[in-house]
Structure formats: structure tokens, C-alpha cells
């Protein structure tokens, strides 16, 4: 009798090992953002979706392929990114709500399709403020642009850091732009924001906001006569093959915030967020360094297409868009606040 207990004792034990063994590696299996049990070496097992809206020859798509290969490999394969370009995950009106739901990790917006949400993001619109990547830079990575990044947590977002694109240039298809006056009765697209409407109106052009996954086709179809966008945007999306003339302006810029929400990024433990902020750094590097090279690539393939005809201001033309903006200028140096348009101007 004695011996049968210790049998049955014995049974029990292992029975009881096992479940506990099988519970445990069914909690292994990945799972999508930031709430993946951690594998045996600390590292999470997860995969994170990075959503963007333009294409793969541009510095965004180029600085996200750069995240991906470098928290792959430090993860040894644990973490697994995905990166959907081209609006095919989420496009301009949906992506943030997206990332505020953790349906995706990181996305990467043009800062004006965040006015709506902070109206600091403005800032790359104000008319000729930065004249180069490096100036736009300094701003984003100094206390004030940090501040307007702070100011997401309010949604669960979290700005990380800005990766350039670069100035942008207008394209139409009704006349030369070479004057303020030129743009009178035209209808351009923008990304957004009173800014750039309070830009077109003061010049006596119309403005309509357009997602960039359905700008082609809305300047193909004359839904608007012309847009501003930076040379790697125009290239490889081909507006160029639509449009009949390109101002080389440099008049307003696009640049990104890299933003993740809080939900995943909380959820991070210690190993896994070294890796992914790693990924990030890396990213930001090439994403900052490849994207005066790819616009310069872009010019060159636009002027070899020959479709548009491009014009360079003069710097007494230049002079004179500065002159008719300036009262946009001081509008939204109010609006922006002084403080941290000054710490704009300064870099
Ligand atoms: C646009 O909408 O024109 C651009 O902001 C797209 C982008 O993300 O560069």
C-alpha cells in the first residue's frame, strides 16, 4: 500500500512538472507590440510593424530598412519588423489613430499632418526659416523642438526624434512660378494645416489637403493644379510625369517625426527597448545622412526624364516671396510662440 502512495505521489509530481513546463513555452510564442513575454535571454519575443506613406527610394523608407536590419540581428531573429511603405498599411488620415491603438509601432509623418495636434509642428512650414537639413536638425534635436515633441504624451505618443527630407519646390501644371503673383487663381494640394492654407491664400492661390497616397492621381486628374513636395517625393512617385513646370524654391520643408505610442514602448522590458532604441539611433543616422543624396539623385533623374520644366529662383525672387509671406511669418510666429521661433531663427 505504502509503496502504490509513493508511486501515485511520484505520477502526480510529473504530471504537474509537465503542465507546468508546457505552460510555460506556450508563453513564448511571439506576439505583436509591446506585451511579448521575454525568451530566455531577456529579449521579447515580438514583432512591430513601421507604417509610412511614401516610397521605397526615399530617406524614410531607407533610415526604416536600417531599424529593421539592426534589431533583427541584435535580437538574434526574436524580434521581427515589418515595414509596409507606400500608404499599404495605414496613409495620412489613419495612421496616427492607428498607432495611438497599437495597431502599429512606429510611424513617420510629415510634421504637417500633426498640426492638428500640436501647433508647434508648424514650424516647417514657416516660410525659409531653415535653409538646410542641418539647420532643421539643431532645432528638432535642441530643448524647444524637444519640447513640441512632448507635448504627444497627451495622446500616448511618444516623439523620438526627427529624420529629414528635405526643402520643398512647387510644382503645377498652368505657368512658371517665378513671382509671388504667379500663383494668383491656382489651386494647390498641401499636406495640411492653416499654415500652408493662410501661405496659398495670402499669394491669391486656393488650397485643398490631399493624402500623398492620392496626390498622383488628383494632379493627373487636374483635381488640383499643382503641390509642394520635396525632389526624392516628386521622384519617385513620379509627379514630375504630370506636372509641366517645377519652381526650385525651398520655401517650407518636410521632415518627420519618428513616433511610437507608450502602450509599446512601456511594455518594453530593459534588454528589449537597448535594441530597438539602438535600432532607432542607427536609422536616424542614415536617414539624416542619406537625404540631401537622394534628393540631388532625384533632380538629376527628373531633369534627365524631361518632362517638367524647372526653374531655380533668383535670390531677388526669393527676396520677394519673403516679402509677400511675411505676414504669414508673424502670424504664426505668434501662434508657434516667439521663444522658440527665435531658437529657429538662430540655428
Ligand atoms: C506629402 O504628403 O506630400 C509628404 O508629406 C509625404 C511624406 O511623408 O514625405
Known amino acids: 500500500m505504502k509503496k502504490i502512495r509513493s508511486f501515485m505521489l511520484v505520477v502526480l509530481s510529473l504530471v504537474v512538472l509537465f503542465s507546468l513546463v508546457a505552460c510555460g513555452s506556450s508563453e513564448t510564442n511571439s506576439k505583436e507590440g509591446g506585451e511579448g513575454p521575454t525568451a530566455d535571454n531577456g529579449i521579447q ?44 498599411l495605414f496613409g495620412d488620415k489613419d495612421e496616427y489613430q492607428n498607432l495611438v491603438a497599437d495597431n502599429v509601432q512606429f510611424i513617420l509623418p510629415d510634421m504637417m499632418k500633426l498640426v492638428g495636434n500640436d501647433e508647434g509642428f508648424n514650424m516647417e512650414s514657416m516660410p525659409f526659416i531653415f535653409e538646410d537639413d542641418a539647420q532643421s536638425i539643431a532645432f528638432w534635436d535642441g530643448e524647444k523642438g524637444k519640447g513640441i515633441f512632448q507635448r504627444l504624451e497627451k495622446d500616448g505618443v511618444l516623439g523620438l526624434t526627427m529624420w529629414p527630407n528635405g526643402g520643398k519646390h512647387i510644382t503645377n501644371n498652368v505657368r512658371p512660378i517665378k513671382l509671388p503673383e504667379d500663383l494668383k487663381g491656382l489651386k494647390l494640394r498641401t499636406q495640411g494645416g492653416q499654415l500652408l492654407e493662410s501661405m496659398y491664400a495670402e499669394l491669391g492661390a486656393g488650397s485643398a489637403t490631399i493624402p500623398f497616397g492620392e496626390l498622383y492621381t488628383a494632379l493627373q486628374q487636374g483635381t488640383v493644379d499643382g503641390q509642394e513636395n520635396t525632389l526624392s517625393n516628386i521622384e519617385s512617385k513620379k509627379f514630375d510625369e504630370v506636372q509641366k513646370y517645377m519652381t526650385i524654391m525651398n520655401h517650407t520643408r518636410v521632415d518627420y517625426a519618428l ?59 526669393i527676396a520677394a516671396f519673403k516679402k509677400a509671406l511675411e505676414p504669414v511669418y508673424n502670424e504664426y510666429k505668434e501662434k508657434i510662440g516667439v521663444d522658440i521661433i527665435e531658437d529657429a531663427e538662430s540655428r
Not at 272 to 279: F, L, S
Open 45 to 88: 519575443e515580438l514583432t512591430i510593424k513601421i507604417s509610412h506613406v511614401v516610397a521605397e527610394h526615399t530617406p524614410k523608407h531607407q533610415g526604416a530598412l536600417k531599424m529593421k536590419e539592426v534589431i533583427e540581428k541584435e535580437s538574434g531573429g526574436k524580434i521581427k519588423v515589418q515595414i509596409y511603405p507606400n500608404s499599404s
Open 259 to 317: 513616433l511610437t505610442n507608450t502602450k509599446f514602448w512601456n511594455g518594453l522590458n530593459d534588454e528589449t527597448k537597448a535594441i530597438v532604441q539602438k535600432g532607432i539611433d542607427e536609422g536616424t543616422i542614415i536617414a539624416r545622412d542619406f537625404a540631401k543624396q537622394l534628393n540631388d539623385q532625384a533632380l538629376e533623374k527628373i531633369k534627365e526624364n524631361g518632362k517638367t520644366e524647372i526653374y531655380v529662383l533668383s535670390e531677388e525672387e
